[in-house]
C-alpha cells in the first residue's frame, strides 16, 4: 500500500520502455504522466472541496447544505462546473481584451506549478528541488499580477478597487509569511522539503515553532484572500472584486485558482509544522490527505466564522503585529539553536 | 531651497477622485437604493444619496381607497415590520373616529407587534452581521426570526403581510396553539440572542469594524429628526412607548436601553437590548390579558367626520406617523406617512464621510433602512 502509486509509476515506466521507446521519450512521457496525475489530483479536490466548503458552512450556519444533486448531493459540484462551461464567454465592451483573458490563464499557472515540489506521500514528490520551499514561495506571490490584471483589465471601478487591494495585502502578508517559515529553515538548515519532513521524524515543528505556525495560518489565510482577509473580493463592499467582470468558465478558473492555492498551502503547512506526510498504521499518502483536510477545515471554519477585517486594520495587523512577532520569533528560535548547541 | 524626496514625489504625483456607483443594483444597499459615492482612494469624501426606485405612490392611492381598503397596502411600506405599520395606522384612524378598542383586541396588538419589533431587529442584526461578511450571523438571527414568522402564521395565516388588525379591534384571536408556542419561544430566546452576542457581538473583528465608525451625535441626530433607536444610541433616552403613551403602553414596565457614542456599534448594541426588553413587554402582556371581545362595535362604512389627525407610534426604525385627512367620505382625503427609513437616510452622507467604502456600508447597514418605506 505505502507504495502503491510509486510502483505505478514504476510499472509505467517499464512498460513503456518495453515497447522500445527512447530513454528520453520515456522520461517526457512520464512527466507528462506526473503532470496529468497533479491535475488530477488538484481537480478532483476542488471540486469536493466547493463541495466540502458548503456543507461545512451549512452544518456551521445549522442548514443542510448541497441535498438534492446525487447522493447527499455529492454531485451538486458536478453540475455546477458543467453549467458553467456551458456558459456563454462574455467579455465586457470596455476591458482590455488581452489582459482580461490572459488574467485567467496567469491566475492558474501558478496554482498547479505549486504542487511540483509538494510532497504527497513518502518518495511521492515531483521533483525535491534543493530550495523548495523557497520556490513554493516565489510561485505562489505571482498570484498578485494575475489579479492586478483582471482588476485592470476589467475596466471597472469596483475590479480596479478589488485588484489594487489585492496586491497591498499580498505583498505585504509574503512578508511574515516567509519570516514565520524561516523559523522552520533555522531548525532544519535546509530549504529541501524532504530535509524538513526527515527532521520532523521525532517530534513536529508545530511544537518547536507554535508562534511561527500561528503566524503562518493568519499569513496564508491573507495570502489565500479567505474571510476574515477576504478584502479583494470583499462582497459587501466590492460586489467580487477583480473578479467581478468575470463569467462562466473563466471565472470558473479564478475560483479553480483559489481553491487550489487552498491545498497548496494547506500542504505546505502540513510539510512545514505538521510532519508531513508521515504517521503510523496508515501508508503516508493516506496521512497526507487527513492532514491537508485538517488544515483546510481550519481554514474554512475561520472562514464562516470571522467577519472581515476593515483594509486600513489589515495593514495595521500586518506591520505593527505579526511583523514584529515574527522577527521576535526568529529571534528566539536562533538563540534557543544556540542554547541547545552549547549544551549537547 | 531644495525639496526633501517626498515632497518631490507628492508634487508629481496626481491624484484623482473617482465617482463610483453603488447600487441599485449593489449586494449591500439593503434593496434598490443606489448612492454616488465620491472616493479619494478608499475614502469617502462625497455621498449622494438617489432613491426613488421603490416609488408605488402609496399616499395618493389611499386617496382611492376605503379606510380599510389601506390596511394591506401599509404592509408593504416597512416590509419588515408590518405589524406595526398596520397597528399605526388603524390607530390613527381609531382616533379619527374616536373609537374605543377593546382591551383584549390591545393587548392582542402589543403582543404582536412586540414580536415583530424583534423581528424586524433580527433582521438588522442579521444583516448587519452579512454586511460585514459573517454570514453564519445572518443564518442565526434568520432562524429565530422564522419562529416568529411561524407564531404570526397561525394567528393570521400570513408571515410578513400580516393586515391583522382591523379598526376597532383585530382580526383574529390568538389561539392555544399560538400561546404555547410563545411561551416556548420566550423561554428560548434569551439564550438565541447570548449565542448571537457570542458569535457576533463579542467578535473583536466586528468591533474594530463598528466602534468609532459613523459616529452621530445628539445634536446633529435632533437636526435631521433621526428618532427611535438610532436616537437613542446617540444618547438620547426617547421612546414613543414611554414618553407618548399610546394603546396601552403605559401599563408595561420596560427599560429603554441607550447607547453612549452614537456610533455604529451602539447602534447595534441598543437594538439588541431592545429584543430583550421587547420580550419583557410580551412576558407582561401575555400575563395580563383579560377576555373578551377582540373588536369593537364600528359602523358597517367607515366614513369619519371631516377634520384631520396626526398619530405617531414607535416603530421598529423610529417614530412611524401617519398624518390623516378626512373630508367626511368612505375614502382619506389625504394621507400622508412618516416614514423613519427616509428620515435616517437622510443623515447617511453626513456621517459616512470622512470613512472608507467598507465603512459607508457598515454604516448604512447600522441606520437600518427599508426602501419599502424610504420610498413609499
Known sequence: MERLFLNLGEGIQQWLASLGLGATAVSLIMVAIKVAAILGFVLLNVLYLVYLERKISAYIQQRLGPNRVGPRGLLQTTMDVIKLISKEDIIPQAADRKVFRLAAIVVFIPAVMLYAVIPFGKDMIAIDLNIGVFYFIAVSSTTTIAFLMAGWGSNNKYSLLGGMRTVAQMVSYEIPLVFSILGVIMLTGSLKMSDIIAAQKDVWFIVLQPIAFLIFFIAGTAELNRAPFDLPEGEQELIAGATTEYSGMRWAIFFLAEYSNLVAMSALAVTLFL??????????WIWFVIKVYIMIYLFMWVRWTFPRIRVDHLMHTNWKFLLPLSLANILVTGIGIKIFEWFS | ??????????????????????????????GVYRCILTLDGEYVTHLENVMGYLHRGMEKLAEDRTYTQFIPYTDRLDYLAAALNNIGYVQTVEKLMDIEVPERAEYIRVIVGELQRIASHLVYVGSYALDVNGFTGWMYAFRDRERILDLFEMITGSRMTLSFPRI????????DEFVEGLEKFIEDFPACLDEFDGLVTGNEIFQARTKGVGVLDVETAINYGISGPNLRASGYEFDLRKHDPYGIYDRFEFDIPTGENGDSFDRFIVRMEEMRQSLR?????????PDGPIQAK????IK???GEVYHQIEGAKGWLGYYLVSDGSTKPYRLHIHGPSFVNLGVFPEIAKGGNIQDAVVILASIDIVLGEVDR
Open chain 1, 275 to 284: 510532519g508531513g506526510p508521515s504517521g503510523p498504521w496508515a501508508p503516508s
Open chain 2, 1 to 30: 531651497m531644495e525639496m526633501s524626496n517626498i515632497q518631490v514625489y507628492k508634487k508629481n504625483l496626481k491624484t484623482q477622485e473617482i465617482t463610483l456607483n453603488m447600487g441599485p443594483q449593489h449586494p449591500s444597499t439593503h
Open chain 2, 168 to 175: 376597532g379591534g383585530v382580526s383574529h384571536d390568538i389561539t
Open chain 2, 281 to 289: 413587554i410580551i412576558k407582561q402582556a401575555l400575563r395580563d390579558i
Open chain 2, 298 to 301: 364600528v359602523p358597517k362604512v
Open chain 2, 304 to 306: 369619519p367626520k371631516a
